[in-house]
């Protein structure tokens, strides 16, 4: 163990002082195993991070430089322009998603949210101002509810599950937004007639920077899941995903009745 075998135990058993002190040597080592995993898991994950964020700078950027750079070698035509203005700006846009998410991540790690009792019908309302228009658009239900949360961090994600529903699913396709409620707890569902979600995908799709399709029109920044989770958890919440490829995805948000 000392030579870094975490794994080993002394296992010796009986009832006397010795056995007694090999059960607690062996706790000893269990809890130094599970820290060293944890410290492990945690390095790998650092790492991850920094070459997912690389990649992420490098892919907006490396456009924006190209279209640039057409832009000042000398006289294009007009649609030319155009085109190189459009990526320019779109990406410009995409740098400052993820600028923004990771800021927001980042204070959430900080400084939590203070709590607030809100009626969910007034964030159901900003939902609506803040969803896009397109197909597929889900119908927001009413509520009377009032909810113990921090209003736009709970506008925010419920805006990042149904924005990853509507890019999951094809025009002809469906999204709904369902709630239920009970004297315990409320229940919001985001549930989608898309492509759904494999099961190796599925273990990682909360991690930040993790892309399912990494495709350029499906991408967002990874972060949007990675930030609902985390408000999530501030708000004391879970959420349940069920999902079968081909058959769409269902994310169940269940908030407790305080």
Do not use: W
Request: aromatic fraction near 6%; charged fraction near 20%.
């Amino acid at each position: 163990i000392a030579a870094g075998a975490y794994s080993q135990r002394t296992a010796i058993h009986g009832s006397d002082e010795i056995a007694s002190l090999s059960r607690s040597f062996d706790e000893m080592a269990q809890a130094v195993e599970g820290t060293v995993q944890t410290l492990q898991q945690n390095a790998r994950q650092k790492d991850d991070f920094v070459a997912a964020f690389t990649h992420e700078l490098k892919t907006p950027m490396t456009s924006i430089l190209g279209f640039a750079d057409i832009l000042r070698s000398g006289e294009v035509s007009p649609a030319t322009r155009r085109t190189a203005a459009d990526y320019i700006y779109h990406e410009s846009k995409r740098l400052e998603a993820l600028s923004g998410n990771l800021l927001a991540l980042m204070g959430l790690e900080q400084q939590p949210p203070q709590l607030e009792a809100v009626p969910l019908g007034r964030v159901l309302q900003s939902l609506r101002r803040a969803l896009p228009q397109g197909s597929p658009v889900p119908t927001l239900p009413r509520s009377d509810a009032v909810v113990l949360a921090q209003p736009e961090l709970l506008c925010d994600m419920l805006y990042n599950l149904i924005q990853n529903a509507r890019k999951a699913t094809p025009a002809d396709g469906k999204v709904e937004v369902l709630l239920d409620e009970t004297p315990t707890r409320l229940t919001i569902r985001v549930q989608d007639t898309g492509c759904g979600i494999p099961p190796e995908v599925g273990k990682h799709i909360f991690e930040k920077f993790y892309q399912g399709d990494t495709s350029h029109a499906m991408a967002g920044n990874g972060l949007g899941l990675a930030l609902s989770l985390r408000v999530l958890q501030l708000n004391d919440y879970k959420i349940e995903v069920e999902s079968e490829p081909g058959r769409g995805s269902k994310f169940t948000v269940i908030i407790p009745k305080r």
